[in-house]
């Protein structure tokens, strides 16, 4: 029967003031709770006791009215109970009789018999459930057979995967529920149709392995101008491009003539008609970071050729709509030859590129028009119509208010002013485009472009730049940045974005100790599905990788500003959608709270999917959300033959939040059957 206990006696906490002769202090621990955790563990709930003599139900004599007072469910500090056993012992001021001595003697025996017991059980249980962190990769997840029809490749887990048998096990005790297509089911592979080959290792700049991109034809048609070779069973970019067959090295030195490229002024570019992206690849030595952007085109996969040389790329065009990018967010544009009618609709595009450069930012143009008294004949063109659309650009360029800063060779540069003071006065003449009155420049998902000047921020003088000015790389990557510092994002504070950095280089240290390969090389295209301030890109600077951070677009805070301005690139998405990738793209994907955020809105198994299809083989998915969400989500990989461990907190196994490690296993499809 459970013991009931009468109101305490008064006194401090329930603590009888003051004893009687007959009644003496006694501080027991008479309780041994002995519970089955989430863990599978024991833990032990220990009871503080005050106790006098009295009876109490449940047949048990015990002095005075027992008081419980229920510890965490750890062991309690015994140094805390015979402390205050010995103040009580001290405020107490009787003599106890001479045949009480031995009475209390055997009292006493009994406490510290008990004592020693409940420490011994409670080191017993933990050391039974303490799991060794793996010592690497393979020790977490090892490769399943490559077999379909093993029993490896089929489910997902391999028998010789040294995953812990001490998985933390939530099912029994949380329940909840999630838009998903239902309980664990399997996912069969897809036809062969919609695949290639299955992708090899060793992202590098100048190598690809032709499996992993089985694509000929721009070896082909770009053989004169050194965009690619085959050389036996690997692509080679020899860094050349149609502008510049000399190589990327070359071109981007003549660059730097004409602009500083050196110093950290210019951090993040962006490269429209990127082709294979050796411009974005051979700028990343110069600590430039350039978001290659092109379309799936007759050239066939430059945007996959582009990543799988581990080059950031999306796949993109110039259209109607807004490029994902907020404004001001690019030091640095360029088209190589990149074929876009800039003075088509009424400047349209270079309208874009206007919205998303930094003020004084820098536009590159090589290739048509640009010296087109030298090449006209090569591009099958007239001089009078090369001549027009190059004037019509000089002249879409000067109502933008952008300045030319030199033509030289086959380069032609112009820069964004540092703010529109001397832009508003100029409409006064220059009727068109006129300044946009949208109230919020950044918004980009499904945004049509307008054919007006997106505004920047007021200034006080023509010398202030708009917005804030930035500090130069490497130091702006942790500088507080000007959308913070200058109060335009509510509730996000200086403060709140330097614990955002203390937050995220604690976990990264954490993600070193659980996922061995992060600082081995092994991990080169990293995704952030929601990178709020960018502190998981900031956390991985000192590895060999490169993050595109990813905002959703119905987040509550767009905070992709803030991300470029510390020096990093990123996009919009909506993660109900596909993203702008070709398959098996990225090594390593970050999620954090996105199945929280998306689980009302959409399916989350088609989001898994969607990771599932841009993920590596053998790459890795980090989760991190509730308990409930992580179950739902790891019985959903399970399906997909993914490899998977729900983990605690680096904070330790108290904090709701968990994390879910899980890996996509190795597999191939069946082959086609051949029709007879």
């Not at 015994?78 to 209390?104: D, R, T, V, W």
């Not at 299955?198 to 690809?208: G, I, K, L, N, V």
């Not at 990813?550 to 905070?559: C, E, G, K, L």
Request: charged share 20%.
């Amino acid at each position: 029967m459970p013991v009931k206990s009468a109101e305490p006696p008064p006194g401090a906490s329930g603590i009888p003031a003051s004893f009687s002769d007959n009644e003496y202090p006694m501080y027991l621990l008479v309780h041994v709770g002995l519970r089955q955790g989430a863990y599978g563990a024991l833990h032990w709930n220990i009871c503080r006791c005050v106790a006098g003599k009295k009876e109490v139900s449940g047949g048990l004599s015990a002095p005075l009215p027992l008081l419980l007072i229920w510890s965490h469910p750890s062991l309690m500090s015994f140094l805390e109970i015979f402390a205050g056993c010995n103040i009580m012992a001290k405020e107490y001021s009787g003599s106890p009789k001479h045949h009480q001595l031995e009475s209390k003697r055997k009292r006493l025996t009994w406490i510290l018999g008990v004592s020693g017991l409940c420490i011994l059980f409670y080191i017993l249980g933990a050391w039974q459930n303490t799991t060794p962190a793996p010592s690497n990769q393979s020790e977490v997840y090892s490769r399943v057979g490559c077999d379909v029809g093993s029993p490896a490749a089929g489910d997902g887990h391999s028998s010789s995967s040294s995953l812990s048998s001490a998985s933390l096990d939530f099912e029994s005790h949380h329940q909840v529920e999630i838009n998903n297509s239902g309980g664990t089911q399997s996912f069969p592979p897809c036809d062969m149709s919609y695949s290639e080959y299955t992708p090899c290792q060793d992202p590098s700049r100048d190598y690809a392995w032709y499996d992993n991109i089985p694509h000929k034809e721009l070896s082909i048609e770009k053989a004169v101008q050194n965009w690619i070779q085959v050389e036996g069973e690997r692509f080679r970019f020899p860094g050349g491009g149609t502008m510049f067959p000399r190589g990327a090295d070359a071109y981007i030195d003549d660059i730097n003539e004409l602009i500083p490229l050196t110093g950290g002024t210019i951090r993040t570019a962006i490269d429209t008609g990127c082709g294979v992206a050796s411009w974005g690849a051979y700028l990343l030595k110069r600590d430039i970071l350039a978001m290659s952007f092109a379309p799936r085109d007759t050239h066939e996969a430059q945007v996959q050729f582009a990543l799988e040389r581990g080059v950031p790329a999306m796949i993109g065009i110039l259209a109607s709509q807004r490029m994902p990018y907020p404004a001001r967010a690019f030091d640095m544009a360029h088209c190589s030859r990149c074929l876009i009618p800039w003075n088509a609709y009424d400047g349209l595009y270079l309208l874009e590129v206007d919205r998303v450069l930094r003020p004084g930012g820098y536009w590159i143009l090589s290739g048509p028009p640009v010296r087109w008294k030298k090449y006209w004949r090569g591009w099958e063109r007239t001089q009078e119509d090369l001549k027009q659309e190059q004037d019509a650009i000089e002249d879409v360029a000067m109502r933008l208010c952008w300045k030319k800063v030199i033509e030289k060779g086959d380069l032609a540069v112009w820069q964004k002013p540092i703010n529109h003071i001397g832009c508003v006065e100029s409409r006064k003449l220059i009727k068109t485009p006129h300044i946009c009155k949208s109230d919020n420049p950044d918004t980009a998902w499904y945004r049509d472009m307008e054919t007006c000047i997106t505004p920047l921020p007021d200034v006080r003088d023509s010398e202030e730049v708009a917005g804030g000015a930035l500090e130069k790389w490497p130091k702006r990557a942790f500088s507080i940045p000007p959308r913070i510092s200058s109060g335009s994002l509510p509730g996000i504070t200086a403060q709140n974005f330097q614990e955002d950095n203390e937050l995220w280089k604690d976990r990264v240290a954490h993600y070193k100790q659980i996922i061995r390969g992060l600082h081995q090389g092994r991990y080169r295209n990293v995704m952030d599905m929601n990178a709020y301030l960018g502190g998981f890109a900031a956390a991985l600077l000192k590895y060999h990788v490169w993050v595109m951070n990813v905002i959703p677009a119905n987040s509550n805070q767009d905070t992709l500003g803030v991300i470029y301005e510390r020096g990093f690139i990123g996009t919009y998405h909506d993660w109900c959608e596909a993203f702008s990738t070709y398959p098996r793209t990225y090594d390593l994907i970050h999620a954090s709270n996105v199945f929280s955020i998306y689980q009302d809105r959409c399916d989350i198994t088609h989001i898994l999917l969607e990771i599932d299809r841009i993920l590596r083989p053998e790459g890795t998915a980090i989760f991190r959300d509730t308990v409930e969400v992580l179950v739902k989500i790891q019985s959903i990989t399970d399906g997909m033959r993914w490899n998977s461990q729900i983990m605690d907190h680096e904070s330790g196994p108290f904090n709701p939040e968990k994390i879910l490690v899980a890996v996509k296993s190795y597999w191939t499809g069946e082959a086609n059957p051949k029709p007879h």
